[in-house]
């Protein structure tokens, strides 16, 4: 029988870049941030990639901030009236999309992981995979029923696996190559810790991470 992943090899990565976020002075991880970008027509964008061009500017990864930062005063204050003001309208359809495209990215990353043989699909082997200490991160679909939930819940608390709740069963299924999928785990490995932290971007551009 294969014995679980150490705690040594379950152990994060060290940062990478930090930098400071305009809103709140904080200093954070870069990868941990959004970055808000300025169009030579002065429209604020969010550019994910982290190496677009143009002027910009980092904040935290969380709704209420990012909200904060595209307000009129926000951008005047950080792109020094050289930004285009947005509706309130058009600041949510700027953070819902970008919610979007995180999920894009991470169902991308499983895919990557799913080629590489890092990746279970399926309640029962993903809780098989939970219990063996061997799951560093579950995506779970936002419709998964109350009884498969229930099922996963105590294993993923038992093996301190993060979770990412995204959109439904039958579009991560579709994007994986399935009718429908409710779960996936993905072992501990380079593409599990890049997920990992996209799933922290998700969670907190969802709201999921505020009081």
Not at 46 to 57: C, E, H, M, V
Not at 79 to 88: D, E, M
Not at 112 to 119: E, F, I, N
Not at 120 to 137: C, D, I, R, S, Y
Request: with cysteine; glycine share 8%; charged share 30%.
């Amino acid at each position: 029988m294969t014995e679980p992943h150490s705690k040594a090899e379950l152990a994060p990565p060290a940062p990478g870049p930090m930098r400071q976020s305009v809103s709140t002075k904080d200093r954070l991880e870069k990868a941990r941030m959004v970055r808000l970008v300025l169009s030579p027509e002065g429209k604020p964008g969010i550019d994910l990639t982290t190496r677009g061009p143009g002027r910009s500017q980092y904040v935290e990864a969380r709704r209420s901030v990012l909200r904060q930062a595209l307000s009129q005063k926000g951008l005047g204050k950080i792109f020094r009236g050289k930004a285009v003001a947005l509706s309130s309208k058009e600041i949510e359809d700027l953070i819902d999309e970008t919610v979007r495209r995180l999920e894009d990215r991470i169902i991308e990353l499983c895919g990557l992981a799913r080629r590489s043989g890092d990746v279970v699909l399926g309640l029962e082997p993903v809780v098989a995979m939970l219990e063996a200490g061997k799951a560093q991160v579950v995506v779970q679909a936002a419709d998964l029923s109350q009884r498969s939930t229930e099922r996963l819940a105590p294993a993923l608390v038992r093996a301190g696996a993060r979770r990412v709740v995204l959109s439904e069963k039958a579009e991560i299924g579709r994007k994986l190559g399935r009718v429908d999928l409710g779960v996936v785990a993905i072992r501990p490995s380079t593409l599990a810790e890049r997920l990992a932290v996209e799933a922290e971007r998700h969670q907190g551009l969802m709201g999921a991470s505020e009081v």
